[in-house]
């Protein structure tokens, strides 16, 4: 399996981005989060490293032929979607058609769910 993996677009602040080989790019809430408690003070709290008890498996779109799991805009929307509903998101990458024949897609889509589930949940 050869998915095109190039280093993931860069999150936002807050958002670790991490790349899992032949799966897609995972985005996760960072371990720290820094938050302004006044203008001298920066105050760093602790993230609960508790097991999650949801996550999102996004998949980019392009009706399985063009895009990609970690370009900026994916990266982007992953990471807003970490920092909105503090949960983890796995950027599915997939080969795309048509150099890759139906079923490779949904076979690489089924296999980052297989991931997301014994790996996050």
Not at 45 to 63: F, S, V, Y
Not at 78 to 90: D, I, N, W
Request: glycine share 8%; hydrophobic share 35%; net charge positive.
């Amino acid at each position: 399996l050869q998915l095109g993996m190039s280093p993931p677009g860069p999150p936002i602040e807050g958002v670790t981005a991490k790349r899992i080989p032949q799966v897609g790019t995972l985005y996760s809430p960072s371990s720290t989060e820094h938050t302004q408690t006044n203008k001298d003070q920066t105050a760093t709290m602790e993230r609960n490293e508790a097991k999650p008890t949801a996550a999102i498996l996004w998949i980019h779109g392009g009706g399985r032929i063009v895009g990609t799991s970690n370009g900026v805009p994916e990266s982007f929307l992953c990471s807003k979607l970490v920092r909105l509903l503090h949960l983890p998101v796995l950027s599915a990458s997939y080969r795309l058609a048509p150099k890759h024949v139906f079923p490779a897609a949904l076979d690489d889509l089924k296999d980052a769910y297989q991931w997301v589930v014994t790996y996050l949940l």
